[in-house]
Nanobody, 119 residues
Framework: QVQLVESGGGLVQAGGSLRLSCAASGHTFSSYASGWFRQAPGKEREVVAR????????YYSDSVKGRFSISRDSVKNTVYLQMNSLKPEDTAVYFC????????????WGQGTQVTVSS
């Protein structure tokens, strides 16, 4: 069983930066692939970035490529999302998730953290 807790959200002006953290419990988390997703009001949840268990494979959505960076610290059992050059359209609830395989369903989800970017 893996439990995920996100933190680091908040209110920031356009052009600013935030770093989200996703702290995981569970001794097997280092073997799990992880991802960051977001959901804006009235919109479907979308993937923002994914990272493999080894951090050797990383994916970014086109909307955040070049601005966001995903990373993980296996010692701290934490996955990060560094968000730079934030735009108002990045406003959403951000969720982290984990899955046991690189192509399976995400089985574990955090409760989400709100990111609001003002113009």
């Amino acid at each position: 069983q893996v439990q995920l807790v996100e933190s680091g959200g908040g209110l920031v002006q356009a052009g600013g930066s935030l770093r989200l953290s996703c702290a995981a419990s569970g001794h097997t988390f280092s073997s799990y692939a992880s991802g960051w997703f977001r959901q804006a009001p009235g919109k479907e949840r979308e993937v923002v970035a994914r990272i493999s268990s080894s951090a050797g494979n990383i994916y970014y959505s086109d909307s955040v490529k070049g601005r966001f960076s995903i990373s993980r610290d296996s010692v701290k059992n934490t996955v990060y999302l560094q968000m730079n050059s934030l735009k108002p359209e990045d406003t959403a609830v951000y969720f982290c998730a984990a899955r046991a395989t690189s192509r399976g369903d995400y089985m574990y989800w955090g409760q989400g953290t709100q990111v609001t970017v003002s113009s």
